[in-house]
């Protein structure tokens, strides 16, 4: 009797003390399961807010903080010295969130020319960090203005310049008077039209276009027909083409180019090493060549010219304009142009920070 009473019990204490523990562990990851899921909850509101109309506005107007320029600087790998610069720029002119506020060419523009004018009187350039300002800011104008891409030749506005490509090289403007689905219609020069140059009907010809951001674009397009029409007792040559959506973005340059037509000299150029240094001494040929810039950057320039300079020569330009004198060079390329002309494309080799900066306010209009 008394052995059927003792074997009807719930368990021994030795069995309750083996299945403790596993209930322990499930309280344990139902815990952090729970946990989990209110740092997720709570994570998905906090991204949720963060992409409302309530906190883009709010973010828009706030002032930029360091925090926000460090967030900005990695995303672009800048340097610690970049990132330190742009936080000064920005801090300057109490500039709103950097992150919300560059939205185009005009925006990076007033930001970098306001605080250069404060900056310029505060004594603060050297010739270095000149040079990093203005790195800084042609970085953050090929951000903006690769944000807005095209895909297509239909994307491109009318009256907007659109460049020839002829085959010797040479670049001919052209401007868009129509653009429909089917082609582009672009009024050429009167000498152009006259020309040999001018690509033949139905023959595929290059040609580029530059966005009003900065964005070069290379292209294909084949020639349908040429026509013309009267304007105001005006005859006006027009010249339709094909459209492409197989446009190739240039590699980007490393520095801003201008256009330009101001006259530049140059010379031959050598190399002598110094017995005692064992340094290279440049030595300047006194036969000067006058010349027209047709474009210039911070690392070199392309001149126009009657003589026909080959090319991998090296070479010194002088810009009395500009008040830049003796800048080493070596021609990368020569290309005929008509009448007579040679276009020398100029890889600078050396060129002083305070030239190059000279360069640079030229071409953004800063006054040094």
């Not at 403790?20 to 807010?49: C, D, E, M, N, R």
């Not at 009267?230 to 010249?239: A, N, R, S, T, V």
């Not at 009448?339 to 000279?358: E, I, M, S």
């Amino acid at each position: 009797m008394f052995t059927g009473l003792s074997g009807s019990g719930s368990g021994s204490p030795l069995q309750a003390r083996a299945t403790a523990p596993v209930f322990l562990f499930i309280i344990i990851l139902l815990s952090i399961a729970a946990f989990l899921g209110i740092i997720f909850l709570i994570s998905t509101q906090i991204t949720k807010y963060r992409k409302s109309e309530r906190y883009i506005k709010k973010a828009q107007k706030s002032p930029t903080k360091r925090k926000d320029v460090v967030e900005l600087g990695r995303s672009l790998n800048f340097t610690s010295a970049e990132i330190n610069l742009l936080w000064k720029v920005c801090f300057t002119v109490k500039f709103p969130n950097i992150l919300y506020n560059l939205k185009s060419t005009e925006d990076v523009d007033n930001l970098f020319r306001n605080a250069y004018q404060i900056l310029k009187q505060q004594d603060y350039f050297s010739d270095e960090r000149l040079d990093l300002f203005f790195s800084i800011l042609y970085r953050l104008e090929l951000m903006v203005a690769q944000r807005k891409t095209i895909s297509s030749t239909r994307q491109i506005q009318l009256n907007k310049t659109v460049t020839y490509i002829a085959t010797n090289g040479e670049q001919q403007p052209l401007t868009v008077v129509e653009n429909t689905r089917e082609s582009m219609t672009l009024e050429i020069p009167d000498y152009i039209h006259s020309t040999k140059e001018k690509p033949q009907p139905l023959a595929k010809s290059r040609f580029t276009y530059k966005t009003d951001e900065g964005l070069s674009y290379n292209y294909i397009a084949r020639v349908i027909r040429y026509t013309n029409t009267e304007k105001e007792g005006e005859k006006h040559y027009l010249m339709i083409v094909s459209h492409s959506e197989q446009l190739e973005s240039q590699a980007q340059r490393h520095f801003k180019r201008e256009f330009t037509e101001e006259s530049c000299t140059f010379c031959s150029l050598r190399f002598a090493e110094d017995k005692k240094s064992g340094q290279l001494n440049y030595i300047y040929s006194n036969k000067l060549y006058k010349g027209k810039l047709a474009n210039i950057s911070a690392g070199g320039c392309c001149i126009h010219t009657h003589l026909p300079v080959k090319e991998k020569q090296n070479l010194s330009v002088s810009i009395a304009g500009y008040d830049i004198w003796k800048i080493p060079g070596i021609i990368r390329k020569t290309r005929r142009l008509p009448g007579g002309k040679f276009a020398l494309h100029v890889q600078f080799t050396k060129v002083r920070l305070a030239d190059k900066n000279k360069i640079q306010a030229i071409i953004y209009k800063y006054d040094l």
